[in-house]
């Protein structure tokens, strides 16, 4: 169980960020994190283990992709988080968001094994957490995208700690189906990246939607999340391959 002052910090942020919440979700999370604390003693998952900085760090901070929306709208799509090594952002918004049917894509096979076993414990606490509708994929992101059952079949992309922006655009966008949105989710400078994402921008299809900026709940960590839609069909050269994308970023 979280302590009185880490629960009390949770539930003042998550009415910050106008999140119903109910008992279950609050154990979910309870479970999420100490089976994190657990794996993490064999496999390197996270650096932030101590359990207020696990709710300001990891679950606010991935709940904050709500802030790009209105009225909290995110129910009934389907998503893909890019990169999403243990789980973020994407497990905490599932944990109180389950209708959204979520794709966890990440190059490293033993984080999705943490989330395989998580997701299964999430089942088993209650029925309110469906394995359908999550799915849990083992590959790159860049090879991934030229598969037809993945390709432009996706309503939103989240991404966090993953690449620079320029190549996130190349990697996001396959994706996507024309007129949706990539969320990327940035620390505090994005200045530079913003302006050598142009060119990714102009081949691949995309456009700004908007910038959002702003300090985690109760603290002077600084975020931006930045929202680009995806504008046109994306061409069948991108993604490029994984060394051109490395070494010739757009
Ligand atoms: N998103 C998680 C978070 O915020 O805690 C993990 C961030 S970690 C710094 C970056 C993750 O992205 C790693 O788990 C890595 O394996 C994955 N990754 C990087 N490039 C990738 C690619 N091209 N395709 C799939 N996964 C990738």
Same mark, same amino acid.
């Given at each position: 169980?979280?302590q009185?002052?880490?629960?009390?910090?949770?539930?003042?942020?998550?009415?910050?960020?106008?999140?119903?919440?109910?008992?279950?979700?609050?154990?979910?999370?309870e479970?999420?994190?100490?089976?994190?604390i657990?794996?993490?003693?064999?496999?390197n998952?996270?650096?932030?283990t101590?359990? !207020?900085?696990?709710? %300001?760090?990891h679950? =606010?901070?991935? *709940?904050?992709? @709500?802030?790009? &929306?209105? #009225?909290?709208?995110?129910?009934?799509?389907?998503?893909?988080d890019?990169?999403?090594?243990?789980?973020?952002?994407?497990?905490?918004?599932?944990?109180?968001f389950?209708?959204?049917?979520i794709?966890?894509?990440?190059?490293?096979?033993? !984080?999705?094994?943490? %989330?395989?076993?998580? =997701?299964?414990? *999430?089942?088993? @606490?209650?029925? &309110?957490? #469906?394995?359908?509708?999550?799915?849990?994929?083992?590959?790159?992101?860049?090879?991934?995208?030229?598969?037809?059952?993945?390709?432009?079949?996706?309503?939103?992309?989240?991404?966090?700690?993953?690449?620079?922006?320029?190549?996130?655009?190349?990697?996001?966008?396959p994706?996507?189906?024309?007129?949706?949105?990539?969320?990327?989710m940035?620390?505090?400078?994005?200045?530079?990246?913003i302006?050598?994402?142009?060119?990714?921008?102009?081949k691949?299809?995309?456009?700004?939607?908007?910038?959002?900026?702003?300090?985690?709940?109760?603290?002077?960590?600084?975020?931006?999340?930045?929202?680009?839609?995806?504008?046109?069909?994306?061409?069948?050269?991108?993604?490029?391959?994984?060394?051109?994308?490395?070494?010739?970023p757009?």
């Amino acid at each position: 169980m979280f302590q009185a002052e880490s629960k009390n910090y949770l539930i003042r942020a998550l009415d910050s960020l106008n999140i119903n919440h109910k008992e279950i979700n609050i154990l979910a999370l309870e479970l999420f994190y100490s089976n994190l604390i657990d794996w993490n003693k064999n496999i390197n998952l996270t650096r932030i283990t101590e359990e !207020k900085d696990f709710l %300001i760090k990891h679950v =606010i901070d991935s *709940l904050t992709i @709500l802030k790009a &929306f209105d #009225n909290n709208k995110l129910e009934n799509l389907k998503i893909i988080d890019i990169g999403t090594g243990p789980g973020f952002p994407s497990l905490p918004f599932w944990i109180f968001f389950p209708n959204n049917k979520i794709t966890l894509l990440d190059s490293v096979k033993k !984080k999705l094994s943490f %989330i395989e076993n998580t =997701i299964i414990k *999430l089942n088993k @606490l209650d029925n &309110f957490y #469906n394995l359908e509708n999550i799915e849990i994929v083992h590959s790159r992101a860049e090879d991934l995208a030229h598969n037809i059952n993945y390709r432009e079949k996706f309503d939103l992309s989240l991404n966090r700690a993953v690449a620079s922006l320029n190549i996130l655009i190349e990697l996001n966008l396959p994706f996507l189906k024309t007129s949706s949105f990539m969320l990327a989710m940035k620390s505090d400078k994005i200045e530079d990246e913003i302006k050598s994402s142009n060119n990714s921008l102009n081949k691949i299809g995309g456009k700004i939607e908007k910038i959002i900026n702003f300090n985690l709940f109760g603290t002077d960590i600084k975020r931006n999340i930045i929202l680009i839609k995806k504008i046109k069909k994306t061409l069948k050269t991108y993604p490029r391959k994984t060394f051109l994308i490395k070494e010739k970023p757009l």
